[in-house]
């Protein structure tokens, strides 16, 4: 149980386009899910908190008119790329937990989505 | 800001060795301390989340220790094999009602016949 999955896997996209990447929990409902970013040998960072029915919480740094999440049902998390650039180029990652809001414990990762932006 | 580091980028033992990951964090004192694996091109996988108030954690071969005076985990893997060969990864929960994790940069583990 607690499989969690992402799709695309992979996409690539021309500059200023915008791309969207779901998030879905296969086998429980997932009240929080959150959206991370991975460069080449670095660490996750964290992008923002989604709670389902509500706005994302998003870390400094984050432009959230960039990147766009909706988590609109216990299943569902999407997030958006808007006119993403070459820079955005990364590996970025969903997870879930089960349970109370806040999700406390162990988070279920999805497999990420490899972004290129020529 | 919270800070968390892993001692090195690689560690490289022999088969049946056992394995020993540090990880130390600065500034906050984390309610949990969760670590990873993550192989490559993949989402990490959990593995032992500890406690502030627990000492040690342990899951078949795998033992984590969590110091809160000396602001570190270890993570130990017992009787090592070379499918033991991965990424690992530590995060912190700094007990937020939002759950959020902030994740060292990661230790690549590579274990040889």
């Known amino acids: 149980g607690a499989v969690v999955s992402q799709h695309p896997s992979r996409v690539i996209c021309k500059s200023g386009t915008s791309v969207k990447i779901e998030c879905r929990s296969l086998d429980f409902q997932a009240t929080t899910m959150f959206w991370y970013r991975q460069f080449p040998k670095q660490s996750l960072m964290l992008m923002a908190t989604?709670?389902?029915?509500?706005?994302?919480?998003?870390e400094q740094g984050v432009e959230k008119d960039k990147f766009l999440i909706n988590h609109a049902s216990l299943t569902l998390s999407t997030l958006t790329v808007t006119s993403a650039h070459p820079e955005d180029s990364s590996f970025y990652i969903c997870s879930a937990t089960r349970g109370g809001r806040g999700g406390r414990g162990e988070q279920f990762f999805g497999p990420g989505t490899r972004l290129t932006v020529l | 800001s919270q800070k968390i580091e892993q001692n090195s980028e690689a560690l490289n033992i022999q088969e049946g060795k056992t394995a020993t990951l540090t990880c130390n964090y600065t500034?906050?004192?984390?309610?949990?301390l969760q670590w990873y694996r993550q192989d490559p091109g993949r989402g990490p996988v959990f593995l032992l989340l500890i406690r502030e108030n627990e000492k040690e954690k342990r899951k078949e071969r795998l033992k984590v220790t969590f110091d809160t005076t000396l602001k570190q985990s270890l993570f130990h893997i017992t009787a090592s094999q070379p499918a033991d060969s991965a990424t690992y990864l530590c995060a912190f929960d700094r007990g937020s009602t939002l759950g959020r994790l902030y994740f060292g940069r990661g230790t690549q583990l590579t274990v040889w016949p």
């Open positions: 500034n906050y004192s984390p309610a949990y």
């Open positions: 989604s709670n389902e029915g509500s706005k994302a919480t998003y």
